[in-house]
């Protein structure tokens, strides 16, 4: 099979966006037959890679052959004619629309010019036991569980005589029953000489599906080859973008000495659950101390931070403060408890671009600087002041709007919004990407200084170097639960990175369901 | 082609606009004066202008509540059906005077407000749909409340509020001034004023920083509300009669149009409190002059509509990314 000429050919694909280089002379190189797996962290550019192959987007540069023909996809209809089909991440199909018109959509059965509805309901019956899925297919879609959808966006794909699937993160929402289902469906598929790219995070997935792997950091190939001689720890710190041999020696970052802390547990998270994304976290923090959380993208880092703030609503699982349990868990009761929550998507979560830094500062202790419901500036201005001096703050006053900053000085403002309320906990994810260097050390240095003054912080980052010396201790997330904690001495990366790379937990207590 | 040279142009397409779309509609205002006291006759009579404050201000005051909802990134659309209700309300308690009357006439306003904002805040419904339903219902239960029929009015003290004057301005718009002036205070300078700047702006960064996200909404409705009921007690007061059929018809359309073309976007985030009073000014003279130069209604109609577009072409050009 190893000769078969390749059925997809990408040279030199690359992709400017204002402002970034998504995609730099990207080679990829697709079989007939094989699934080849395409990993890489937040930002190293799949997605866009995965757009242009899909028609949604063009490359700046570069050469795509496909099936022999050179081609440039203008539209994803252009690319679905030619045999290219993609499954995305959150499925793209109709769901107020039954099951079997979903999966005719476009082709329906006729009969003397009308639908044969009889028939295309036949039909999909037929089509989807297939697949293992039996449903009533004259329901709407959106009513079958997600894994169902998952198999009729599947099998579309493949009535529609692709000879290329590309497969986003397909198992992010499925059942392990589902996942086996869907592994059998693929095997099918390529025992019929379909080439099938797939986008996963979890390297379990990638050892058993795939042959061939290839690596994306922050726009480039970094590796590829088979998968089969390369080692779980070695993928890793490719993706993360570590030589395994070069991780002691440097230290760029602007941490002080790791602490030790054995004081009484400040918050204790326990058993936090949220199907398909936490499996009964739990999480222990101390006054005085960075807890780092790790874990690959999709591990549940950020859905962890944002459930003990009570920003993500919980199927179970209890957060405590000071022995005391917070009841009625919310954003609003988080902050009272003395916890604040910096969140990752700074632009969607974190800014309000068109009010002043002074109103972004003051979001969450408006009450607290106004009298009898009346704003009162002089307070404001005060404490505005302060921490604009204290963070360094770069604007053309307090009035300023925020979303005219730069990335760090947005970032900036948002620390001085939790920091203003005195909080007892942040929780800080990825408090420096997307900022510039000068900003990133300035924020890491921060960290320092409050983890010093008593404040108890827990760290998410991807930046791995940035995790092992910002935090006195680490715990790391795969798939919605905790695989270890790392203390004192243990923290460093090949430790992360070999936690990282074991095994999946859920593949061994999956009766939890 | 490169990022380089691609960012400057774009910061200078984004200038213009943002001065027209800051002062615009205030020079639009003085255009509009200023053309009329050259080339209308007894344009700035007193009477006149009298005449033109007197039927801009019930807009002025449905569009300042209409302000608040669209810069919590919603809309109202039930506001003529809740003037329609206010109006229906009056004759059954006129009985008791004019003050439980009116009263009556704002609790119904509030608990349409109150209906509205929970749909939306709580149930998490659309705001366009959540409030298409009392535009629907709400004009529906008026004419039930009203027996169907329009209802003469000759309570004194009541058709004082429509036509009697204080220290020689009309009272109804000194009204629309006083609330305008309320209004001013309470997005600019109160707490929750920010909060609601600040909901509209980023909801979720809002819920995150533990504003109480769902009052803040709940209250913009019922305030909404509440301004839309006063409107409707001015203009069945003004109309000597309530007639639920008649009053607050397509106020929602009138209170939208002044407050984007004040400069509020849809988006929200941003309450422009003097600029909505200009906008329903603009369209209220942009109405007169055409209509004093013998051009039928229709025609206002279509340059009305020429204006939204304009208003809302300037205002897409700051939203982009």
Redesign the interface.
């Known amino acids: 099979m190893s000769d078969l000429a390749p059925l997809l050919d990408a040279g030199g694909v690359t992709k ?1 966006f ?2 970034v280089l998504a995609l730099d002379g990207v080679d990829l190189s697709l079989t007939p037959g094989r699934v080849h797996a395409l990993v890489g962290e937040n930002g190293a550019g799949k997605s866009t890679l995965i757009k242009i192959l899909s028609g949604a987007y063009r490359a700046d540069a570069g050469e795509i052959v496909h099936d022999g023909h050179p081609v440039a996809f203008a539209r994803p209809l252009d690319a679905r004619a030619a045999g290219i089909s993609t499954i995305y991440q959150e499925v793209n199909l109709i769901p107020l629309m039954s099951v079997a018109r979903n999966l005719f959509l476009g082709r329906e059965p006729r009969r003397l010019g009308l639908l044969d509805l009889r028939r295309m309901n036949r039909e999909a019956e037929r089509v989807l036991a297939g697949y293992g899925v039996h449903v009533d297919v004259t329901r709407p879609l959106g009513t079958i569980g997600l894994g169902a959808r998952q198999m009729v966006a599947l099998a579309r794909a493949v009535a529609e005589d692709a000879k290329l699937l590309i497969m986003d993160e397909p198992t992010s929402s499925l059942e392990p029953r589902e996942v086996e289902t869907l592994f059998s469906v693929v095997a099918s598929l390529t025992a019929k000489g379909m080439a099938v790219l797939y986008v996963s995070h979890r390297l379990e997935e990638l050892y058993r599906l795939c042959e061939t792997v290839t690596v994306l950091r922050d726009g480039r190939v970094v590796h590829t080859g088979p998968l089969a001689g390369l080692d779980r720890l070695a993928l890793v710190a490719h993706m993360l973008g570590r030589e395994l041999d070069q991780v002691r020696e440097e230290g760029t970052t602007r941490f002080g000495e790791h602490r030790d802390h054995t004081g009484p547990p400040l918050m204790r998270a326990e058993g936090l659950t949220k199907r398909h994304v936490l499996r009964g976290v739990g999480l222990t923090v101390r006054a005085g101390e960075v807890t780092g959380l790790g874990g690959l993208l999709g591990a549940g880092r950020s859905e962890t931070a944002k459930a003990i ?1 009570g ?1 993500l609503p919980l199927d179970s699982g209890t957060v405590t403060v000071d022995g005391r349990r917070v009841r009625r868990l ?3 009761a ?3 408890a003395g916890m604040a ?1 910096l ?1 990752e998507d700074r632009k ?8 002043s830094v002074r ?1 972004n500062i003051l ?2 202790a ?2 607290r600087v ?1 009298r009898f ?3 009162s500036r002089k307070r404001q201005d005060r404490i505005v002041a302060t921490f604009m001096k204290r963070l360094r703050i770069k604007a053309a006053g307090p009035e300023q709007k925020v979303g005219e900053l730069s990335g760090g000085n947005q970032q900036k403002v948002l620390l001085a ?1 939790w920091l203003c309320l005195n909080p007892r906990l942040l929780l800080l994810d990825e408090p420096t990407r997307g900022i510039d260097v000068g900003a990133k050390a300035e924020v890491q240095a921060l960290i320092d200084e409050l983890a010093a003054d008593g404040l108890a912080v827990v760290l998410i980052s991807s930046d791995l170097e940035e995790l092992v010396e910002g935090a006195d201790r680490i715990v790391v997330l795969r798939a919605g639960a905790v695989v270890t904690e790392l203390e004192g001495d243990d923290v460093d990366e090949p430790a992360v990175m070999a936690a990282l790379a074991e095994a999946e937990p859920w593949k061994e207590d999956r009766d939890d369901d | 082609m490169t990022t380089d040279t691609a960012r400057p142009p774009a910061s200078r397409r984004i200038a213009l606009p943002r001065v027209v779309q800051n002062y615009g509609v205030y020079a639009a205002v003085l255009a509009l004066l200023a053309y009329n006291a050259v080339f209308t006759p007894h344009f700035l009579d007193g009477a006149n202008l009298r005449t033109q404050l007197v039927q801009a201000a019930p807009i002025v005051i449905v569009a300042l509540g209409m302000a608040l909802v669209i810069g919590s990134e919603g809309i109202d659309l039930s506001v003529g059906s809740v003037m329609a209700l206010a109006a229906a309300i009056i004759p059954l308690y006129l009985g008791f005077g004019v003050w439980p009357a009116v009263i009556m006439a704002l609790v119904a306003g509030m608990a349409a407000g109150l209906f509205n904002g929970t749909l939306v805040a709580v149930v998490g419904l659309q705001p366009i749909v959540a409030t298409l339903a009392l535009l629907v219902a709400g004009r529906g239960l008026a004419l039930v409340f009203a027996g169907g029929q329009l209802k003469q009015l000759h309570n004194p003290d009541l058709l004082a509020l429509g036509d009697g004057d204080l220290a020689g301005v009309p009272v109804i718009v000194l009204a629309a001034a006083a609330l305008t002036l309320v209004t001013a205070v309470l997005v600019g300078r109160t707490t929750y004023g920010r909060r609601l700047v600040a909901v509209g702006g980023n909801r979720s960064a809002a819920a995150l920083a533990g504003l109480p996200v769902r009052r803040i909404l709940i209250t913009a409705y019922v305030l909404c509300g509440l301004f839309a009921a006063v409107a409707g007690v001015f203009a069945t007061a003004r109309l000597t009669a309530s007639d639920p059929s008649a009053i607050g018809n397509l106020a929602e359309l009138s209170a939208i149009t002044a407050v984007v073309v004040g400069g509020t976007p849809l988006t929200g985030g941003r309450i422009r409190v003097l600029g909505t009073v200009a906008g329903a000014l603009v369209m209220q003279l942009v109405r007169a002059t055409l209509i004093k130069h013998d051009l039928p209604d229709s025609a206002a109609q279509m340059t009305q509509a020429a204006i939204i577009l304009l208003a809302v072409y300037i205002a897409r050009e700051r939203r982009t990314r």
């Open positions: 400017r204002p402002g703030v920003a919310s954003p609003a988080a902050i009272r929550l969140p969607a979560e974190g800014i309000v671009p068109d009010l109103e979001l969450a408006m009450p106004s419901g009346f704003v919004r």
